[in-house]
């Protein structure tokens, strides 16, 4: 039993394997063919964009969809190939390739290894949470950057010249100069696989679109003869089962790629939760971040072992699973199979396949991460997400992938250390049911006079222990009538011991007291007076005066005469009384 509890720790798609059952095997074979059918397509053209061969993208979805399948908690998502995974690969080894394409394949290992080994490193410590890290807006910025970044560096397959300049805005403003090099074949290909796209969305959506539209591109190639129309394929791919290998570390390119691989790891985490919860919730059951976490690390280390790139969840493959009514992680593994037997097999009419006919499929995939509107409609729900969001779109499109990937990570640490360096904070009323609620919100609650309550809505440490000093003292000044009490509602700030809150707090105590102000704690009695004593600051009548809750607190403290000791403040009579104001406390909450 504990090594099944044990194995389930750490292998759950396996655990859901072995409990199958006989109902789901048709929906998930017929779930996994509809996946690899639209897998196939967009694997090769996202190793097209990744920099490497198309026989690159099919390896990454092979040993990663196994290796998801036994690891990973989600029974819905589909890891393989992802556009934003692939153009931030290619930004990074790109310029460290330096034009050399087997220099290039092997980075590309290289930074997929040590993309799944920050993944595993995350998940040992627990970081899950870190799905909750970068925010929804600063993602929304960065993906809608990343598509309008591929959408313009695909032009050139599409329209068949090549770009001299590296830059997203230097290749916009170049566009003009490159009207005359249009290739029109090229063109006229890339216009017959968007159609047959459309198409077949608009009267079959059913079908896999992607797959329809290269299929007609490479049989038209195949029929006339890409070299007759002198449009760029894909070419004769090996092939074969890949020669598993350990990547290469020279400790120069680990310096060189260790943030991009850190950055890397982070998006493509971030990215698959927002897939893996979304269709968890809709099928009513829950998945570990810190699980999913080790098994994309897994994921990526079995990619890199079998020559592929990094992946990451895929929300339109998942869509797909999730429609054709998927029920476990067997979707996955068949999916994996059918790729694995074209990518042994069946390789041969796929290089007959155009590169513009590719480049429409990832400008459609790319599109598909837009969302404009969404980030227009952040200015009426919130105007700091909005701004947010949109300086990291910018950021992405003047400074490039990996800055603006970079500087994402840096305004999502930089919106958390504001929330917590500076919350919110209340003032705290009574209504005329004796009911504790904020001040302001609701005209029936009153302040209590010479009694000041404050709630400072985030854990006290060093780094806002001033501030936490500076907003009473500025409250209490404020106050035309400079109260007698201050009561201050322990349950939301005191969360853990800190020796720099500690000393604010016996400061704050000894200017309290030079005015003539009690001061009071309400809540963590037994932690707060243990805390207390330790940093050596006096509890009780001569000291800071230390209760339950806010309710004995204002029962046991008068306006009008120096409140009685902590020692005195239960009153048994009125122990029920009690218990059943902290319910309605909260419950107002």
């Known amino acids: 039993m504990d090594n099944f509890f044990s194995l389930g720790r750490w292998m759950p798609g396996l655990v859901v394997l072995l409990g199958y059952q006989r109902a789901w095997l048709l929906p998930d074979i017929r779930a996994g063919v509809s996946v690899a059918a639209v897998a196939l397509p ?9 920099g490497v061969g198309a026989v690159v993208g099919l390896y990454s979805c092979i040993l990663p969809m196994i290796a998801y399948a036994l690891f990973g908690s989600s029974r819905q998502l589909i890891v393989g190939p992802d556009a934003a995974t692939c153009a931030v690969i290619a930004a990074v080894v790109t310029p460290l390739a330096a034009g050399d394409a087997s220099r290039h394949w092997q980075l590309v290992m290289t930074m997929t290894a040590m993309t799944g080994f920050w993944c595993l490193v995350a998940s040992r ?32 397959s599409i329209f068949g010249f090549t770009f001299a300049e590296t830059g997203l805005i230097e290749r916009v403003l170049a566009v003009p100069d490159y009207v005359s090099l249009v290739h029109v074949p090229t063109l006229g290909i890339g216009l017959l696989t968007l159609t047959v796209m459309l198409l077949c969305r608009r009267f079959r959506p059913q079908l896999p679109s992607s797959l329809l539209g290269l299929a007609v591109a490479a049989t038209l ?39 991009p691989a850190l950055n890397l790891a982070m998006v493509s985490f971030v ?11 809709k099928n009513g059951y829950d998945i570990d971040a810190d699980k999913e976490f080790r098994a994309l690390g897994f994921a990526n280390l079995a990619s890199a072992l079998s020559q592929g790139f990094a992946i990451s969840g895929a929300d339109s493959r998942t869509a797909v699973n999730d429609a054709n ?37 990832l400008v459609m995939a790319s599109l598909s991460l837009t969302d404009f509107r969404g980030l227009w409609a952040l200015r009426h729900s919130d105007n700091a997400a909005f701004w947010l969001a949109w300086i990291t779109f910018a950021s992405v499109l003047f400074m490039g ?24 904070d209340q003032l705290m009323g009574m209504n005329g049911e004796g009911v504790v609620h904020t001040l302001g919100h609701n005209e029936e609650v009153k302040a209590i006079t010479g009694v000041l309550i404050y709630r400072f809505n985030s854990p006290l440490t060093y780094f806002n222990a001033a501030y936490f000093k500076r907003r009473v003292l500025q409250l209490l000044t404020g106050e035309a009538h400079p109260p007698k009490c201050l009561i201050i509602d322990a349950v939301s700030c005191f969360t853990h011991q800190d020796i720099s809150v500690m000393s604010m707090v016996g400061e704050l105590h000894k200017e309290l007291k030079r005015r003539g102000i009690h001061m009071v704690m309400a809540g963590r009695r ?26 004995q607190a204002l029962r046991m403290t008068r306006a009008d005469r120096e409140p009685p000791p902590a020692a005195e403040s239960r009153d048994p009579v009125e122990a029920p009384e009690v218990a059943s104001a902290v319910f309605r406390q909260q419950e107002s909450s």
Do not use: C
Not at 340 to 354: D, G, K, M, R, W
């Open 42 to 50: 967009v694997a090769i053209a996202y190793a097209e964009l990744a």
């Open 125 to 156: 410590f627990k970081l899950g949470v870190l799905a909750d890290f970068l925010s929804r807006p600063i993602l929304m910025g960065l993906l809608n950057g990343v598509a309008i970044t591929i959408i313009v560096g695909q032009l050139s």
């Open 221 to 259: 190639l195949w029929f006339m003869g890409p070299q007759r129309l002198e449009v760029a394929v894909v070419g004769t791919l090996s092939g074969g089962i890949p020669r598993l290998q350990i990547p290469e570390f020279p400790p120069g390119l680990i310096r060189e790629l260790v943030l």
């Open 271 to 281: 990215s698959m939760m927002l897939t893996a919860r979304s269709f968890a919730a």
């Open 325 to 361: 009514g998927g029920k476990s992680q067997l979707v996955s593994i068949v999916a994996a199979l059918v790729i694995a037997v074209v990518t042994f097999f069946l390789t041969s009419p796929l290089q007959y396949i155009p590169t513009a006919a590719l480049g429409v499929v």
């Open 401 to 424: 992938v990996i800055p603006g990937i970079t500087l994402a990570v840096l305004l999502g640490l930089f919106q958390f250390l504001r929330n917590v360096m500076r919350p919110t």
């Open 526 to 551: 037994g932690q707060m007076t243990h805390w207390l004593k330790q940093a050596g600051i006096r509890v009780g009548e001569e000291g800071i005066l230390v209760y339950p809750d806010l309710y």
